[in-house]
DNA sequence: TAGTGGTCTAGACCACCGC
DNA sequence: CGGTGGTCTAGACCACTAG
C-alpha cells in the first residue's frame, strides 16, 4: 500500500502544502523529531526528505531556528537552445553548414577587457552560416581560444560546425548566454538573404572551463524564423 | 582538518573527474562499497553523495550494473527575467507604470485552444506600459484566468503591475518561455515611443498552477534598450 | 545553554536485473 | 543466482545559534 519509498512522501506532503501556498514562504516547516513522530520513522528519513526541498531551494535550514519556507525565487527562464544538426534531424530537414571564414589571430584589447583573457591569448575566429533545407537560418561568429582548446587550431570544421564540434569534446563548467533583439546589419543581411534592418534574434553564449573561457559565439537567427522556447517548474525539472 | 563534510569530498572527486572530461559518459562509476573502502567511510556516506550526483544529472545509477557517467545535457540557457521595480531599484532608477487597457471576457475559440481552457473561460485582459524614468521600457499585453484567480477582477492593478501582483499571490508549477525578435507594430511603436519596424524582443510566458493556466503575458521590448542575461552552471547552479 | 540541523556509523532487508 | 543500489533504523557526536 505504501508503495512510494516513505521519504518521498514526506516530501510530496511538504512540498504540496508550499506549493499550494498553504505554507507562504517565512512558514516554519514542523522539526525533524515532529516529522519522526507524525511518520513514525528514523530522523535519517525525514532528514532525507527535507534536504532534498532543501537542495530544490523550497525549505531553508537553520540550526537551532528549524526550517522555514523560503521565498520564491525571481522569474527565470529555462530556454533550449537546440545543436542545428539535432534540430534539423528532428524536423526531418536538410542541415548544413558553410565556413565562411577562419582565421587566426590574437586577442585585441577590447576582448582581453570582456572576456578576461591574458593579453596575446591566441584566438580562432570562426564565421559560419548554417542552412536548413538551402535556406540561411543562422549566422555564426565565433571565438576559440586556443590555449584552452589547442585541438581547434587543426580543425577546419568542414565535416561538422564549430559548436557540435566544441561541444562533443570539451566538458564545461560555466555558461553565460544574452538574447537580445537587432536590425540586422548589412553583411548579416546579405549572408542570412533577409532586408536589411530586419528584426533578427541574437544570441551571445561564452562557455567557461574551470574558470577558463573556451568559447565566445554570437549566433543571429532571422527573427521570423526562429524561436527559443523552453518549459520548466520552478525548483528543477524542466522538460 | 577534514573541513568539508566527507560526503563533500566524494561528491567533489567524483564532480572533477566528470567535468574535467577524465570520466567520459558511459564511464563506470566505483561501485558503493569500492568507494567505502576507498575513503573508509560507511556506504550511507557515499550513497549521499552519489545520490546527490545522481540529482543533478551527472550520474546514472542502476542496480546490479552500477552507477555510470551521464550523457551531456543538451544546451540549455538560464536566463533572469527581472520584475520590473525589483530591476529599477537595483540600477537606482524610477519605476512605473500605467494600465492602458484593462476588460474582461470570455476566452475565445484561438485561446481555449492554444491556452487549453474551457470554453466560455472568464478572463480578464491587461495591456501595460512600463516606464524607467519615465522612458517607456517594455509594453505588456497580458491575460489572466479568473477561475484561477478569481481575487484579480476587483484589482486595478494601480499600484503594483500585474506581474508583480500575480508572482506574490499565485504560487506557480510550471511556466513556459517563447522568446523571438519582431518588429514594432503601429500600436506598440505608438506606445513604446519607438519607430515602426524596430527590432523589438518579445518574451511570452505562460505560467501554470497544477496543470491550470493562471497568466500568459506577451511582453516587448525595444530591442536597443534590453537584453536577456543568464549564467549558469551545466548541472544546478546559476547565479 | 539548550535545542536545532549536519554528519556519520554499522548494521539490515529488499527489489531489481545482468549473468 | 548474486551483487547492485534503494531504503530504513537506532543510535551517536558535533557545530551552530537563538534566546
Known amino acids: 500500500m505504501a508503495d512510494p519509498p516513505l521519504h518521498l512522501r514526506i516530501r510530496a506532503e511538504i512540498e504540496g502544502r508550499i506549493l499550494s501556498g498553504e505554507w507562504p514562504p517565512g512558514h516554519r516547516v514542523p522539526f525533524e523529531h515532529e516529522l519522526m513522530r507524525r511518520f513514525r520513522c528514523s530522523r535519517m528519513t525525514v532528514s532525507k526528505a527535507l534536504s532534498a526541498l532543501a537542495a530544490r531551494g523550497l525549505i531553508t535550514r537553520r540550526r537551532r531556528a528549524g526550517s522555514v519556507v523560503a521565498a520564491p525565487p525571481g522569474e527565470r527562464a529555462m530556454l533550449e537552445i537546440q545543436d542545428f544538426a539535432a534540430e534539423a534531424s528532428r524536423a526531418g530537414r536538410d542541415y548544413r553548414h558553410e565556413v565562411l571564414a577562419r582565421r587566426i589571430g590574437k586577442a585585441n584589447r577590447p576582448e582581453t577587457a570582456s572576456l578576461e583573457l591574458e593579453p596575446g591569448t591566441r584566438l580562432l575566429r570562426l564565421i559560419t552560416l548554417h542552412r536548413m533545407d538551402g535556406v540561411p537560418s543562422a549566422l555564426e561568429s565565433r571565438v576559440i581560444n586556443l590555449a584552452a582548446v589547442p585541438e581547434a587550431e587543426g580543425e577546419s570544421f568542414a ?17 553565460a548566454h544574452v538574447v537580445q533583439a537587432c536590425a540586422a546589419d548589412a553583411a548579416s543581411a ?50
Open 159 to 175: 565535416a561538422e560546425p564549430p559548436g557540435t564540434w566544441l561541444l562533443r569534446r570539451v566538458p564545461w563548467t560555466e555558461a
Open 190 to 239: 546579405r549572408h542570412l538573404d533577409v532586408p536589411r534592418g530586419l528584426a533578427c534574434l541574437v544570441l551571445e553564449r561564452r562557455t567557461w572551463q574551470s574558470g577558463r573561457l573556451v568559447t565566445e559565439a554570437r549566433i543571429t537567427y532571422p527573427g521570423d524564423r526562429h524561436r527559443l522556447v523552453g518549459r520548466f517548474s520552478p525548483a528543477g525539472g524542466h522538460r
